[in-house]
């Protein structure tokens, strides 16, 4: 069976609340790493060094880099989602996932990042072209950034238990 890694990134922040939100749902839903790209003001000063904490006390990764070119290039996902609500468009989560889940059947390995706008209203045009744009089954309106993390990331680790069930290998991070 297929070997998938999935590492969150939430990208372009300056809320403090936000990255310690996003590091709460990731490394409590399982995840080992979280990236950081992108991060300026007080997400940089109080964030961070909160997001941290968070990574030491569940015994996870955390990795800031400088741009999402940055992260492609130093973690070479093989796919790349960009999570955003259904109503700026993208295909639904569920089925790009049973379409990776038939791609690499073969027992190749699969590193996922999946991307989160960090700012409101969210990603530029550009960032959204960075991999596959997707939405969160049933999530059309702007429930927010922390909002479409925290259900993506939810129902990734859900795919990822039912993956392990039938016998896949899995890591959620680095």
């Given at each position: 069976m297929a ?7 939430l990208?372009n922040?300056?809320s403090?609340?936000?990255v310690?939100e996003?590091a ?5 839903l399982?995840y080992?790493?979280l ?11 109080v ?12 015994n ?7 741009d999402?070119?940055?992260?492609v290039?130093?973690l070479?996902p093989?796919?790349i989602?960009v ?8 295909r639904?989560?569920s089925?790009v996932l ?9 027992g ?5 990042a999946v ?7 969210g990603?530029s045009?550009?960032?959204m072209k960075?991999?596959?744009l ?9 429930i ?6 925290a259900?993506?990331?939810y ?8 993956l392990?069930?039938?016998g896949?290998?899995t890591?959620?991070?680095?």
């Open positions: 070997t998938y890694t999935v590492i969150p990134v990208h922040t300056n403090s609340q936000r310690a996003v709460r749902i990731a490394y409590g399982g080992n790493t990236v950081l790209s992108r991060v300026y003001g007080p997400a940089a000063q964030g961070i060094p909160e997001a941290q904490k968070l990574a030491l006390r569940h996870c990764n955390l990795i800031v880099l400088s999402l070119p940055e992260v290039e130093l070479r093989n796919v989602l999570a955003v609500p259904g109503k700026y468009g993208g639904e989560l089925e049973k379409e990776l889940e038939g791609k690499t059947s073969g190749e390995a699969s590193r996922i991307v989160f706008g960090g700012a409101e209203p990603l045009q550009k960032e960075t991999g596959e997707v939405h969160p089954d049933g999530v059309e309106e702007d927010g950034s922390t909002g479409v993390a259900v993506t990331l129902l990734v680790a859900r795919w990822l238990s039912l392990r069930t039938r896949a290998t890591r959620e991070g680095v």
